[in-house]
């Protein structure tokens, strides 16, 4: 794309309003602009949204994990200047030999020194985060120690030309194998086999005293570190990516899973013990996984991606960094795309659209998980202003939310639910459901579903998030695909209680199924595979689905989005190695659904799922930012310069206006109201407000 065309995309989008703003938030030269002083002085006027508002910070098991699994959802943040800290739990020690293989084998076998290698690794790290940050590898850093919450030391690096980017080296050692039982590691700590796991501490560090930490330990320094740092965004690993059924492996390595849980309690930990701190919101990224699906990302972001690896794994060889160690990791240097990771990025949660619902007419709610709760904020009416969040009771719900509204107007917001004790056999994920007491009214409390996993070391609580459908007499059916990748459901009797999990088949279901009613009221339920999608349909209204059929599709980037158009339901998904938005009509008989042909919309590149209402399709663009385009109109993205989490979600109001919501990286909602008239996004402005008084 041209620079003044991109630059003219990024200046035009929708109109967007910023609901439960508490003040003034930064802009990248951090001055304050007109807008903002306007602002101070009439708290409901209106300001563009800002790509820097709000603080990341990414806790992830090894060195090189975020290159591979958070890479470019990282760069975009550096790029657009958001203060971002990466915290490493392990030194990814391994064997100790910092030597490439494969086509790049130029070094001799190297002996074992893993304080060396973990050293080699670090200057890898601060090589690449130097080039995304500042486009030099040399660009120089400032090491440091400071001390833990856990009784230890920490390496704290800041980088002198951005000192908004920040690395913690916490240093544990590593497991030194992807799913060896090793009880010397993360998993064993977690699991209580041994009582605490020692240090491995790199050649340079400044951190000169040994360690070692309990399980308590551990998580409260990483709670500590979150304390320090008050971010309003979290990325972690995956703390559930399951096993392969065939083989019964893990399909993550161990230290990334059980890291995560770890990160999991030191956020109930952070959230419940730590005030005045902002609100955060929590992405989760599939680890391993990713190589074995289509690619998400077009050939010029994975390629881009890719050279920060090759910065990362010392491609080169040369001595830039002076140090001893070495430059980086040899060991990804014949390899920088890892086991096909480098080509993709995918959300482990969080990944649903229909978290945006309308309740009575005009009255729009939208939830997402903040500080382990949900949160829900409302708009009081098609001119009222939003209010929220509030927070509803009950803690440990995970990121992602769906919804359904009942016959009489009645909102229910499902999710994910995490609980865990000391013991490793009370970590549980379920599903539960929260429903309002009347129309408009408050919500009732959490019930849960339970889960269709009966012990988590089985199939380590792999399970989707929850996708909900109604009856012709309103009851609910909630689906989900279960840790053997086949697809599960719960339905709801006429006393109000639910059936047991039933099966309904399918297999190798990646991502979270998604359900829909054509006009005619009969259910589609639809499930990506990792070469092709999936459904159950019903021939009638209230009967039974049948299936799984096999549509016949091609293969997708994993999230699917339904939305029903005329006698059928219209899927959109995004096609591998592209990121462009297709789209195909299924009509759903007494026999194999049919399909229309595909159709393609959006910009060239992009990832994660899009949401569509009315003529306006919206997702991320290749920037990573929230973009939209008008259906049937140029095949192209209109960008904004917000970045967010998650997925968008929009609604199609009765008046003919499409409603959209995001959540940014400041744990802020983002809403944008786009009216019928004009249904090319170029033609209207983003905008950002605090609630009305």
């Not at 120089?140 to 913690?168: F, H, N, Y």
């Not at 070391?457 to 007499?473: H, K, R, W």
């Not at 339901?569 to 789209?583: A, E, Q």
């Not at 994660?608 to 930012?625: I, N, W």
Request: net charge neutral; hydrophobic share 35%.
């Amino acid at each position: 794309m041209p620079i003044a065309r991109r630059r003219f995309l990024l200046a035009a989008l929708l109109p967007v309003l910023t609901v439960g703003a508490t003040g003034v938030l930064a802009v990248a030269t951090g001055e304050q602009t007109s807008a903002e002083a306007t602002q101070e002085k009439n708290p409901a006027a209106a300001l563009p949204a800002s790509v820097t508002a709000g603080s990341v910070v990414q806790v992830v098991a090894h060195p090189d994990d975020d290159l591979f699994f958070m890479n470019p959802d990282l760069s975009r943040s550096l790029t657009a200047g958001t203060r971002l800290t990466t915290v490493y739990l392990t030194s990814g020690e391994a064997d100790g030999r910092n030597e490439a293989h494969g086509a790049d084998a130029r070094d001799p076998e190297q002996p074992a020194d893993r304080a060396h290698y973990a050293e080699a690794r670090q200057n890898g790290i601060r090589s690449a985060y130097a080039q995304m940050a500042t486009g030099d590898r040399t660009s120089p850093w400032r090491r440091t120690v400071i001390p833990t919450a856990g009784g230890g030391a920490a390496e704290l690096d800041v980088l002198i030309a951005r000192p908004q980017v920040s690395l913690v080296w916490v240093q544990l050692r590593e497991a030194r194998n992807p799913t060896a039982d090793n009880p010397d590691s993360l998993r064993g700590l977690w699991n209580g086999r041994i009582p605490a796991l020692g240090a491995q501490l790199s050649s340079g560090t400044p951190v000169r005293q040994d360690y070692a930490y309990t399980k308590d330990q551990v998580i409260r320094t990483i709670a500590g570190l979150l304390d320090r740092f008050r971010p309003t965004t979290i990325r972690m690993q995956d703390p559930t990516p399951g096993r392969y059924p065939e083989t019964g492996k893990y399909t993550d390595h161990q230290d990334h899973m059980y890291g995560a849980r770890f990160v999991q309690a030191a956020l109930a930990s952070y959230a419940a013990q730590v005030t005045g701190r902002p609100r955060f919101s929590v992405q989760n990224y599939l680890g391993y996984h990713n190589g074995s699906l289509p690619h998400a990302l077009d050939p010029q972001t994975a390629e881009t991606k890719t050279g920060y690896l090759r910065t990362y794994a010392w491609q080169d060889h040369q001595n830039y960094c002076g140090s001893p160690s070495g430059c980086g990791d040899r060991k990804v240097a014949g390899s920088p795309t890892g086991r096909n990771w480098a080509q993709s990025l995918r959300y482990a949660r969080a990944d649903t659209t229909s978290w945006l619902v309308e309740g009575t007419p005009g009255r729009l709610y939208a939830f997402a998980a903040l500080d382990g709760q949900m949160a829900v904020w409302t708009r009081q009416g098609r001119t009222g202003g939003w209010t929220g969040p509030a927070l509803l009771p009950g803690t440990g719900i995970d990121p992602g939310a769906s919804t359904a509204r009942l016959p009489d107007g009645r909102v229910a917001v499902l999710a994910t639910r995490t609980a865990f004790a000391a013991a490793p056999a009370d970590y549980r994920r379920e599903i539960v459901y929260a429903v309002q007491a009347a129309p408009n009214g408050p919500f009732g409390p959490w019930q849960s579903l339970g889960t269709p996993e009966t012990a988590d070391e089985e199939g380590t609580s792999s399970i989707s998030a929850p996708s909900a459908a109604l009856d012709p007499q309103g009851r609910l059916a909630v689906y989900v695909r279960d840790s053997r990748r086949t697809l599960r459901v719960r339905e709801q009797q006429p006393d109000g209680g639910f059936t047991p999990w039933q099966r309904l088949g399918g297999d190798d279901l990646q991502a979270d199924p998604v359900t829909a009613a054509d006009a005619a009221g009969r259910r589609h339920v639809y499930a990506t595979t990792s070469k092709t999608v999936l459904a159950w349909t019903a021939p009638a209204p209230g009967a039974p689905l049948q299936g799984p059929f096999h549509t016949g599709l091609p293969a997708t980037t994993v999230p699917l989005t339904a939305v029903p158009e005329g006698s059928g339901v219209r899927l959109y998904f995004r096609r591998p190695d592209s990121g462009v938005v297709r789209s195909v009509l299924v009509t759903a008989g007494s026999g194999k659904p049919q399909l229309s042909s595909i159709s393609e919309a959006g910009g060239r590149a992009g990832y994660g799922a899009v949401s569509v209402a009315g003529r306006l399709l919206s997702g991320r663009a290749d920037t990573g930012t929230i973009a939209a385009t008008g259906l049937g109109g140029p095949p192209a993205w209109t960008e904004s310069r917000m970045l967010y989490v998650g997925a968008p979600s929009s609604v199609l109001e009765p008046a003919g206006a499409t409603t959209t919501t995001v959540l940014g990286l400041d744990a802020e909602l983002h809403v944008t109201t786009t009216p019928p008239a004009t249904p090319d996004p170029h033609h209207t402005t983003w905008h950002r407000a605090v609630p009305t008084p």
